[in-house]
């Protein structure tokens, strides 16, 4: 392995001899790195990703370029995300156990670059939701490990010096923060340069744009986002950040790893969902996805289930932080008062959870990173007709967030949105 | 002046020999140490000041010991607050202007300690109050230090990369801020070990500690100030951090400075003029202090008005960071919009700092650190019928905050709270 410290990137030519002599890769691989196929895999929008084969085994080589793939060298970005995903995944396996994450098997800062575990026969969740896979793991999983990350990054359970030296690291950060202040909050909700939205929904972009209520919250909720340095958030947890098989759940890419509100990653996560769901005519042929659509709904209820019944659970037995003390509710004989405070936690959550997935939604759809399951419908009229009834439903979530009740609610809302969509 | 690393605290005796040498300080006290004459004043929990004398001037030495003075040496505190108290002194001087702050000639990190203008003839406000003295700049000077130092550091005015750089440097700040989350959020709610409060009040003490609804609230704002990291804190912004005469007005010891709430400066300010208010019956007679009472509350509402008025004034000619972004709103012809989102901050900061406000009186009377409005009350029996209606009236704020419409309505309840209980 180089031991410059200049950054130089790497392409499946260079990689066996760069990386052959690292003991972590030779021993899964195969001593003789002339005998690994290295294959570039990337399709994000940011970095180099390697699957590299060798004899005995395989392994992930993800590296940051210094600037966004999708856009090129005009937008640099720093190589030090690499770092901050690094940081990331370790305390997400601390927190959500082994098998959450990719296995790190080893990190070099100066390259950027992170070797890991290849995760195979793993699909993209997003790929496999397009496909009308069904897979029957993820609502569970992926409700655990919200729950697991976020409870136990927070002040909930950290020592608060162990917290804010976390909240300093991460802090710094800036660039890829600033993707998310900009592109997710206020982007989408002017003319601005990197926009793109599928022709034919102009009346209502103009629409939304010119919507007062939306974006006042929506700006409120950039304030939250900002501002509110409750937990390490994952950043971008998307259908396109997990890996899924029939078996097994794995979150990936958590490089805008950043303290913020917990609502965040629920918020976005569920968004997905729901944006599958709208997306589902695309791809159809004679109503043969509405299985799929039930499914997509009784996974985003499924998810957020779990999410609170884990939450609360932790709540009761590891809530060993600085917040909700205690000794001044269990030690005093007022477990219901704990109790009490668990709701007003849930339900601010809940509230702020449904305007992060109205903005979600939008951003998408008028914004710079669009998302494959509206993407892949090739007929632009048949995509706008999926994207305009999830922009009102983004809309009248963002909106109405502190007045609705439930998540049978939301999915109830967005099923007849849907439903009249395409009658 | 000393070269060596290792702290050594200052005497009246070693401090001449020991800053002597300082440039700042001969230039402006004279050239012969030993004709300077050196008093220590220090008043406070934490700190050693000494006010230094010479034949041409004078200045203020504030040195921090290696634990609270209150307590003694079995309580260490970092010397590093000096190093936040210097950092957080330049930062409000240069938001809310010169002349708002002592001026600082001099910073030594490894002894702690700084060098900075003697005020004088100023007063500690607090002990204007208790004397009955109404100081008439206050409630505009304070109003604009307030809404000039909590907007300029926030995200409404900073890039995001110094707002996140200052986040991650007063992070560090760790000890003093867990001082400010135990002593103001959570001993007073439960039987502390460093609890105390004047006898008589036991039966009212052990109803708050049994009030689960006001338990859960002051948690909520602990909640609130841990994690809502929104602009740099003075974080003790209390009367007797305030020193002033009748045309001068200056804030001092801002060493618990942190990332926090905008609310919570204002919400501890607004609260120790209540306080007062509630305290004057201990210090009067023959209803003397009426007139200091009307005082009091027309300086509580000068202070909230203009603090409105002047972050409006702000919002409209300031606001240049990242958030409420003028590209969704004046840019687009929708003026309207960003007072809309105006109006949203600054409710959702009122119904904040009546929270704030209702655990500072609280902790002042049941906690660790008292306020002298009530200590100098020598009357054990007057005292506790000082602070009984002020423990009520704190509760309400705590859990009504949501629920409270303007300033003259809070004010309306505390006079008649306070009239009630002398009656």
Redesign the interface.
């Known amino acids: 392995m180089t031991k410059s410290d200049s950054f130089e990137a790497l392409t499946p030519e260079t990689l066996p001899a760069r990386l052959g002599g690292l003991p972590v890769l030779t021993a899964r691989l195969g001593a003789d790195p002339g005998a690994w196929a290295v294959r570039e895999v990337g399709d994000g929008n940011l970095n180099l990703v390697f699957v590299v084969e060798g004899p005995k085994g395989s392994a992930v080589v993800k590296q940051a370029l210094p600037y966004v793939r999708l856009v090129g060298e005009s937008w640099p970005l720093p190589l030090k995300r690499s770092f901050f995903e690094y940081h990331a995944l370790t305390r997400q396996q601390a927190r959500a156990g082994k098998g959450t994450v990719p296995e790190i098997y080893h990190f070099d800062e100066a390259q950027a670059l992170i070797v890991m575990e290849y995760l195979t026969p793993h699909v993209i969740l997003r790929r496999a939701l397009i496909d009308g896979r069904k897979l029957p793991r993820i609502g569970r999983d992926l409700g655990l490990f919200a729950a697991r990350t976020l409870f136990r990054g ?2 909930l359970a950290m020592t ?2 162990e917290r ?2 976390d ?3 991460f ?2 950060n ?1 660039e890829l ?2 993707i998310t ?2 592109l997710v909050f ?1 982007d989408p ?2 003319e ?1 340069e990197l926009n793109r939205h599928t022709p034919g929904l102009e009346p209502l972009v103009a629409e939304l ?2 919507d ?2 939306l ?2 919250e ?3 909720l ?2 939250l986002f ?5 937990t390490l958030l994952h950043g971008d947890l998307h259908t396109g950040s997990i890996m899924a098989t029939e078996g097994d759940t794995r979150v990936i890419d958590p490089e805008f790893a950043c ?1 913020g ?1 917990m609502a965040f990653d629920v918020g976005m996560l569920l968004a997905n969902f729901w944006m599958s769901l709208f997306s589902q005519a695309g791809h159809e042929e004679d109503n043969s996805r509405e299985p799929m659509r039930a499914y997509l709904l009784a996974t985003v209820t499924e998810i957020w289930a779990v999410f609170r019944a884990e939450f609360s659970a932790l709540w009761r037995s590891e809530r060993n932080g ?4 205690r ?3 269990e ?2 004989g ?1 477990a ?2 704990a109790e ?2 668990l709701d ?2 849930l339900h601010e959550l809940w509230d702020d959870l449904l305007g992060f997935a109205g903005v979600e939604i939008h951003r998408r759809i008028l914004g710079l990173a669009h998302n494959a399951d509206f993407e892949t419908i090739a007929d632009e009229g048949l995509r706008a007709k999926c994207e305009a009834p999830a922009l009102r439903f983004g809309r009248h979530l963002a909106v109405n967030r502190h007045r609705i009740h439930s998540i049978e609610e939301v999915n109830a809302l967005a099923a007849r949105i849907d439903r009249e969509a395409r009658a």
Not at 322 to 325: K, P, V
């Open positions: 927070s002040d608060a010096r804010k030296q909240l300093a690291l802090a710094d800036v923060c600033d202040e900009n206020t909700y002017f601005a744009r010119a007062r209520d974006k006042v929506a700006q409120r950039k304030h900002a501002a509110k340095a409750e303290y509100p600085m917040l909700y003390a000794s001044v509710f030690e005093r007022d219901l008062g009490q405070a007003r936690v």
